[in-house]
T-cell receptor, first 114, second 113 residues
């Protein structure tokens, strides 16, 4: 499991409310990622982080913000949730290997926005 | 940016048959191509990967081939078993970066007993 946990695992919320998802890792890996997974779209990168306070946008970042104040935690915030943000959210980390970095995924958070 | 196309979107085979999933990529700088398997309700898990300095890699019943000239790579599963049923995703690293991947849209493989 590469020491990755996500919380909450399931959440139902209403349109317009703020939502924060947490990703926690136990092994001090530098790179962390947030993806969303939707039927017919595969996995799409929302934001990623390359260190404490260092983050960058992915391909579907609109409506999302992130923060990383500690190496082990990467937070994804939906400032005002919309129904289009109903999805399964996966956190991932990069584990440094001999030739390349390998991404490992957390268990996922299923978010429903009503 | 990188674009990864994956085909077919669904694939149904009989147990014992082979399955092949194909992906194409657009960024000539891409040099790392992992494959993930995702069972229903679970997280994607890496099953095999290949770097551009090799043309083929095998791990038991799974193999991946890479054609850099044509910018395509394929996953081959031989002697399929019902437990191979899952969604498979290919990916390619963006701009040769070690850190950012672009994923295909996935292939739902069903292995019928």
């Amino acid at each position: 499991d590469a020491g990755i946990t996500q919380s909450p695992r399931h959440k139902v919320t209403e349109t317009g409310t703020p939502v924060t998802l947490r990703c926690h890792q136990t092994e001090n890996h530098r790179y962390m990622y947030w993806y969303r997974q939707d039927p017919g779209h595969g996995l799409r990168l929302i934001h990623y982080s390359y260190g404490v306070k260092d983050t960058d946008k992915g391909e579907v970042s609109d409506g999302y913000s992130v923060s990383r104040s500690k190496t082990e935690d990467f937070l994804l915030t939906l400032e005002s949730a919309t129904s289009s943000q109903t999805s399964v959210y996966f956190c991932a980390i990069s584990v440094l290997g001999r030739f390349t970095d390998t991404q490992y995924f957390g268990p996922g958070t299923r978010l429903t926005v009503l | 940016g990188e674009n990864v196309e994956q085909h077919p979107s669904t694939l149904s085979v009989q147990e014992g048959d082979s399955a092949v999933i194909k992906c194409t990529y657009s960024d000539s700088a891409s040099n790392y191509f992992p494959w993930y398997k995702q069972e229903l309700g679970k997280r994607p898990q890496l099953i095999i990967d290949i770097r551009s300095n090799v043309g083929e890699k095998k791990d038991q019943r799974i193999a991946v081939t890479l054609n850099k000239t044509a910018k395509h790579f394929s996953l081959h599963i031989t002697e399929t078993q019902p437990e191979d049923s899952a969604v498979y995703f290919c990916a390619a690293n963006q701009g040769g970066s070690n850190y950012k991947l672009t994923f295909g849209k996935g292939t739902l493989l069903t292995v019928n007993p």
